[in-house]
Structure formats: structure tokens, C-alpha cells
């Protein structure tokens, strides 16, 4: 059965998020859902297609995973700060309580803004455009920690001090965990976040981890003097709806970065069938300016605001129906 009420609450909430960024001087932007490359993400599976045309060929294209490739463009030809409201999609996700394979996403970036300025505008964005009745656990101040003091109350792990491989993997099995032989130092941090951080971190308003480790690599600058990005995470209720980061501008570090990302995704992918997607050459080249990006999902963010537990009954055709 069809919950038109929550699409009326869904659309409410759009509009009020078109308004607050509109009043704030930001463009609304309007990026394709099809790309014919993206950036190298091994960690996300991807869905491809191809486009067919008997005068100019053929094409392989991707259905994205998020608008980013396409705003960073916008952002290096003089956008200002741009917003959008956007399908995506990624490939082999949970049908679950909080997943789906296409999802609504909202991604904005402000100019001259870091990821501190950037928790200041978020709690505003929770804030104003909240729906009537939204539970109280939902709304702003925001909770702040940074990701290794979480790690330290929770799991009694001191991530500086465990920058070593060997002696993260120690901590881990001293907590019960199961770590393969050769791990890699971020996946045996997500192993110890994932099962001792997520489930125990406050409910009672959001809380936004900082400082993230470098070890976990993205295009966030990293914080110079310290092992950790410039980036953060938010949680409501136990679940992530938000992450931003300090856009990384230095173009040999891009480069670097998305080279060793692309070496990754080919030696996982070779013998498995999976899509390799094309990356673009032109995108470790763009002239970003200095920027924060947040991006939020929108099915999460409602879902918390109307006080339920999963996103399947607030979509209209969610694809586990189909299944």
C-alpha cells in the first residue's frame, strides 16, 4: 500500500531545503544521472548500461553513485556554492532497513568553507527545515566528537597510538574480533568501529564524528601535523545520514590518490565480471577551489524525522517490492 502522507512530507521537506539553500545565495544545480566515467571507488559497485546510436557509436555508461564528479567540475569553472537534490545509485547494496539501491542524495559545497564551518551550516540545514513533529533526539546542538575519542570510550582503543597494522590488529583480537592475516589497517578500523563505536554512540541528538583517519583514503585534506582528514561523520539515532569533508585541492595529491584508487578497483574487479568503470583524465586537473562538501541521504534524514526505522515504506516503489 502507497504512503502518500510521506510523500507529502517528503515533498515539504525538499521544498524546505531548496528554500533555506536559496535564501543563502547558493545555485541549484541540475548534473546528469548517467556518466560516461566516474571517480575510482572500489569499495562501491556500480551499474552500467550503454548507449547505442547508429551515426556516432556506441558508449559505455554508468548510472552514478553520486553527483560529485559532475559539481567539483561546476565548482573548478566558477559555480559559487551549488546544491542539488539527486537520484544515485550503487550496485550490490542491503535491501535493508536503511539501504536501497537507488537512494536520494543531497550534496552541497560552500566556498571558502572548511569542515568546522561546514557543522554550523548542517545544524542550521537540521534546524530549519525540519517537518512538524520531528522527534526532539533528531534536532541540533549537535553532539561532537572526534573518531578517536569515540574509539578510546567505546572500544578503549587509542588510535594514535595504534598506527602501527600489527598493533591495531592486537587491539582488535584483545576485543574478541576475527582479523584475516595481512589486513589492512583501515579495514581492521572499520572492524572495531562498525562493532563497538556505531552501536553505542549517543541517541539522544546527533552526533558528528571528526577527524577521521588518513589511513582511510578520500579526496579530504588531511590535517597537516596529525594522522587524521579533514572530514566527519553524522549519525542520528544510530544511523549515518551525513558526511563532509574539506575538499582536497592540491592536484598532485589527487592525482596520487586517484591513480592508487583505479590500481585497486582493476586488480579487485579482473576476474570477477564487475564493471570497471572509465575515470576521466581531466578531473585530477581541475583548479578546485578551497571548499567543504556535505553530502546528506535524503531517505535517512526523512526517515529519522518522521520517527520511523527503515526507508522502504517512505518509497514509493522501493526495490525490494520488486524482488
Not at 534546524?127 to 561532537?144: D, M, Q, S, Y
Not at 596529525?226 to 539515532?237: D, F, G, K, L, S
Not at 546528506?296 to 522502504?312: H, Q, T
Amino acid at each position: 500500500m502507497f504512503d502518500f502522507s510521506a510523500q507529502k512530507s517528503r515533498s515539504i521537506l525538499f521544498r524546505n531545503i531548496r528554500d533555506f539553500f536559496d535564501s543563502r545565495g547558493y545555485l541549484e544545480v541540475f548534473t546528469p544521472t548517467l556518466s560516461d566515467t566516474l571517480i575510482p571507488e572500489p569499495t562501491i559497485q556500480n551499474f552500467k548500461t550503454d548507449f547505442i546510436n547508429e551515426f556516432v557509436g556506441g558508449k559505455e555508461l554508468y548510472l552514478i553513485p553520486s553527483p560529485e564528479i559532475f559539481m567539483k567540475t561546476l565548482l573548478a569553472n566558477g559555480s559559487g556554492s551549488i546544491y542539488e537534490i539527486s537520484q544515485c545509485f550503487r550496485n550490490s547494496e542491503q535491501l535493508g532497513d536503511v539501504h536501497n539501491p537507488e537512494f536520494t542524495m543531497l550534496e552541497y559545497y560552500t566556498v571558502d568553507f572548511d569542515e568546522e564551518d561546514s557543522i554550523a551550516l548542517t545544524e542550521e540545514l537540521i534546524r530549519e527545515t525540519a517537518l512538524p513533529g520531528t522527534p526532539k533526539h533528531v534536532l541540533p546542538p549537535f553532539i561532537r566528537m572526534s573518531v578517536n575519542e569515540a574509539m578510546k570510550r567505546y572500544a578503549g582503543v587509542d588510535l594514535e597510538k595504534c598506527q602501527n597494522p600489527a598493533l591495531l590488529r592486537e587491539k582488535a583480537e584483545r576485543l574478541g574480533l576475527y582479523v584475516p592475516e595481512h589486513e589492512a589497517w583501515d579495514d581492521t578500523f572499520n572492524r572495531i568501529f562498525i562493532n563497538f563505536v556505531e552501536t553505542n554512540l549517543p541517541t539522544d541528538h546527533p552526533v558528528v564524528l571528526t577527524d577521521y583517519p588518513y589511513q582511510i583514503d578520500c579526496l579530504a585534506k588531511r590535517r597537516k601535523g596529525t594522522p587524521y582528514r579533514q572530514r566527519w561523520e553524522m549519525y542520528i539515532a544510530g544511523c549515518e545520514v551525513a558526511n563532509c569533508y574539506a575538499e582536497e585541492t592540491d592536484k598532485e595529491t589527487t592525482r596520487l590518490y586517484y591513480e592508487k584508487e583505479y590500481q585497486r578497483l582493476v586488480s579487485e574487479r579482473a576476474d570477477t565480471g564487475l564493471p570497471i568503470p572509465d575515470i576521466s583524465t581531466t578531473f585530477p586537473e581541475l583548479d578546485i577551489p578551497p571548499s567543504s562538501g556535505v553530502a546528506i541521504g535524503l531517505d535517512r534524514l526523512l526517515m529519522v524525522m518522521l520517527g520511523k526505522k527503515e526507508i522502504a515504506p517512505l518509497l514509493l516503489f522501493p526495490l525490494s517490492d520488486m524482488m
